[in-house]
C-alpha cells in the first residue's frame, strides 16, 4: 500500500479560489518533503522544499506568497495554491524522505483544474 | 541549459526488441542516479537506481559514466507492459531533492 497518500487526486476549482493539497506520510516520520509540478508532455519541476517546522524552501521563479506550504508535523505537509488562475492547472505531486531507509516515496498526486 | 535531459522519443519497438535510452546530466557534483517509469497520469514509480559499476535488475540494464555525465537504460525482450515513459533522475546536492529528466516516451506495440 501506500506509504506517502496525497488528497485530493482530482480538484476543480474557480479561478480565483484557493485549493489546499495534503500530502502525508503513512508509517514513518517526514521532517523533509517536496512538492513538484508537471505540465502536460513536460517533467517533474521542483517547487519547493517542505522542512518540518520551518518555512519551506522555495525554487527559483516559484511565488512563495501563491504557493504556501504548511509543514506543521512530521507526517504533513499541505501545499496552498491561492488565487488560482488557469495557468495554475497541472499535475502537483509530492515525495517523501524515509531518510532512515535512505528512500523518497511519491504521493499519488493531485490533479487541479482552475476553470 | 536543462540539468537533465533525455531523448523525448517517442520510441516505438515491437514486443520482445531491446530498446536503449540515453540521458545527460550537467551537474558534476551529483551524487545519485535513478531510473523512474512513470505511466500516463499517474506518479512516477522507482525502476532502478543507477551506480558506477553497472547494475542490472532482470531485463533492465543501468550504466553510469560519470566522466561523461552520461546514463542509460537497456530494456531486453520488451514487454507490451513496458509502454510507459521513462524519468532520468538525478538528485540534487541537497540529496533528496531530485532533478527530473523531461522522459522518454516508449510504446511497445505487438
Known amino acids: 500500500g501506500a506509504v506517502v497518500s496525497q488528497h485530493p487526486s482530482r480538484v476543480i476549482c474557480k479561478s480565483g479560489t484557493s485549493v489546499k493539497i495534503e500530502c502525508r506520510s503513512l508509517d514513518f516520520q517526514a521532517t523533509t518533503m517536496f512538492w513538484y509540478r508537471q505540465f502536460p508532455k513536460q517533467s517533474l519541476m521542483l517547487m519547493a522544499t517542505s522542512n518540518e517546522g520551518s518555512k519551506a524552501t522555495y525554487e527559483q521563479g516559484v511565488e512563495k506568497d501563491k504557493f504556501l506550504i504548511n509543514h506543521a508535523s512530521l507526517t504533513l505537509s499541505t501545499l496552498t495554491v491561492t488565487s488560482a488562475h488557469p495557468e495554475d492547472s497541472s499535475f502537483y505531486i509530492c515525495s517523501a524522505a524515509d531518510t532512515g531507509r535512505y528512500t523518497i516515496y511519491f504521493g499519488e498526486g493531485s490533479w487541479l483544474t482552475v476553470v | 541549459r536543462k540539468e537533465v535531459e533525455q531523448d523525448p522519443g517517442p520510441f516505438n519497438v515491437p514486443e520482445g526488441a531491446t530498446v536503449a535510452f540515453n540521458c545527460t546530466y550537467s551537474?558534476?557534483?551529483?551524487?545519485?542516479f535513478f531510473w523512474y517509469r512513470q505511466d500516463c497520469r499517474k506518479e512516477p514509480k522507482l525502476l532502478m537506481s543507477v551506480y558506477s559499476s553497472g547494475n542490472e535488475d532482470g531485463r533492465f540494464t543501468a550504466q553510469l559514466n560519470r566522466a561523461s555525465q552520461y546514463i542509460s537504460l537497456l530494456i531486453r525482450d520488451s514487454k507490451l507492459s513496458d509502454s510507459a515513459t521513462y524519468l532520468c533522475?538525478?538528485?540534487?546536492?541537497?540529496?533528496?531533492?531530485?532533478?527530473f529528466g523531461k522522459g522518454t516516451s516508449l510504446l511497445v506495440t505487438p
Open positions: 533522475v538525478v538528485t540534487s546536492n541537497s540529496g533528496y531533492a531530485l532533478n
Open positions: 551537474n558534476s557534483a551529483s551524487q545519485s
